[in-house]
């Protein structure tokens, strides 16, 4: 059965999503919209879904049809964003770990759009949105990563996670903020950050004395111990 739908879809001239191309390339036009909307005036200003229509250049039915709500315009433009970023992602993770997070470092400067959709789906309270869709595969590398001496025993890994996450995420929300009133160009704070950031991850490696959690606290308030969790990105 799944061959024959396979030819249908082909035949139809659909792709594997189910969707026919001409239907994507119109909703990857409404996503972008919405992203250069909010990045030129601001969310104070608001995004509706008619304002991201117009930019387009789409029908403003169509929009309300594929989208319904501004929270799923942005969730999906979201996924569709990171879904690249994801694929490389995987493709690096045999990298060691100090190279693995400097890599994904990078790929968050150069996408900023992503940890900037994310901090808007938080503050809209969306209740459906995933902020870390991959984490049980980022906690399963960094569980190898103490298997293989690159990572003291005992660490607290959903919780060194998070606090890499966190560094990540807030650098990339305001770097061109921290830029501005630092009065330097983003691309010399972007190299300086880089080389903080590559000397706190060499602090966490099994070469430096790092706490695991102590007793009674840490791994199992965060959802998960270390040696059994669930869901991101690297």
């Known amino acids: 059965m799944s061959d024959e739908n396979g030819d249908n879809r082909a035949s139809s001239g659909r792709g594997a999503d189910g969707k026919h191309p001409r239907r994507r390339q119109t909703e990857m036009a409404l996503e972008c919209a919405a992203v250069s909307l909010l990045k030129e005036e601001g969310v104070l200003a608001g995004l509706n879904l008619r304002s991201a229509a117009d930019r387009a250049n ?19 433009a979201l996924k569709s ?4 970023m994801l694929d490389d992602i995987h493709q690096h993770g045999d990298l060691p770990f100090i190279e693995r997070r400097l890599h994904f470092f990078a790929e968050v400067l150069a996408e900023p759009d992503i940890v ?12 459906e ?17 103490v298997r293989e001496g690159e ?7 959903p919780a060194l996670h998070m606090t890499i996450l966190s560094c990540i995420y ?11 009133e630092l009065e330097v160009p983003l691309d010399e704070l ?13 602090a966490l490696t099994a070469r430096s004395r790092y706490p695991g959690p102590s007793s009674g606290e840490a791994a199992a308030d965060l959802r998960s111990t ?3 969790s669930s869901a991101d990105s690297e």
């Open 58 to 76: 789409v029908n403003r039915g169509i929009v309300y049809h594929y989208y319904g709500s501004r929270q799923e315009l942005l969730r999906r």
């Open 81 to 84: 964003f990171r879904a690249s």
């Open 116 to 127: 900037y959709l994310a901090a808007l789906l938080v503050a809209d309270r969306d209740t």
């Open 129 to 145: 949105f995933t902020l870390m869709p991959d984490l049980e595969s980022t906690i399963a590398r960094l569980q190898r990563d």
């Open 151 to 157: 990572l003291p025993k005992g660490a607290d890994l």
């Open 170 to 180: 807030g650098y990339s929300l305001f770097r061109a903020k921290m830029a501005q």
């Open 190 to 202: 972007d190299r300086r950050v880089t080389r903080v950031y590559h000397r706190v991850l060499d």
């Open 226 to 228: 270390p040696s059994s």
